[in-house]
Antibody
């Protein structure tokens, strides 16, 4: 069974930075695209970013372009999301998600909560 | 980019059948696969349907998916409703990026 464990969430002031991590196990990490999907409190799901197999290509939702950076380390089976210049509207649960073909988000971690507030 | 529109909520009785729609605002529904996710309170989403009509192992055949080009929409149908089916359901598709519908809360009462 796929295992994805996020960490790094917490309370941060507007304009601050946070780095999320995701530890992956029980599957061959290097052969899957990976994504971050977020969910604001009481709201729906929003895709944030994804990254290709070797980390050479990444894609972002417009709302985070230039502020967030997704990366991966296949040797360590880990995924990261560096979040800079955080805004109140970035407050959400952030999920690490294994991404199959056809943009199928096929396995999800339990999430890590990011709260941006002064 | 396009939008996916779902009803905000639906309700039905145990044992009955319910259908949740997901309408694509632009482009054709058949041009990209549609996935459906179930999210129970306090839990992460899980897939109930992928690639329009495929069920992951472990998902009961009470769950089925389809697309309708005439209405440019996808549908999730759940038959033989159980109280445990009460949850939020999200459709999702893509073109250059992933797009989620706004979610539908299913009440089984």
């Amino acid at each position: 069974e796929v295992h994805l464990v996020e960490s790094g969430g917490g309370l941060v002031q507007p304009g601050g930075s946070l780095r999320l991590s995701c530890a992956a196990s029980r599957f061959t990490f290097s052969i899957y695209w990976m994504s971050w999907v977020r969910q604001a409190p009481g709201k729906g799901l929003e895709w944030v970013a994804n990254i290709n197999l070797d980390g050479s290509e990444s894609f972002y939702v417009d709302a985070v372009k230039g502020r967030f950076t997704i990366s991966r380390d296949n040797a360590k089976n880990s995924l990261s999301l560096q979040m800079n210049t955080l805004r109140v509207e970035d407050t959400a649960m952030y999920y690490c998600v294994r991404t199959g073909g056809s943009w199928h988000f096929d396995d999800w971690g339990l999430g890590t909560l990011v709260t941006v507030s002064s | 980019n396009f939008m996916l529109t779902q009803p905000h909520s639906v309700s039905e009785s145990p044992g009955k059948t319910v259908t949740i729609s997901c309408t694509r605002s632009s482009g054709t529904i058949a041009s990209n696969y549609v996935q459906w996710y179930q999210q129970r309170p306090g839990s992460a989403p899980t897939t109930v349907i992928y690639e329009n009509n495929q069920r992951p192992s472990g998902v009961p055949d009470r769950f089925s998916g389809s697309i309708d080009s005439s209405s440019n929409s996808a549908s999730l149908t759940i038959s033989g409703l159980k109280t445990e089916d009460e949850a939020d359901y999200y459709c999702q598709s893509y073109d250059s990026t992933a797009v989620f519908g706004g979610g539908t809360h299913l009440t089984v009462l």
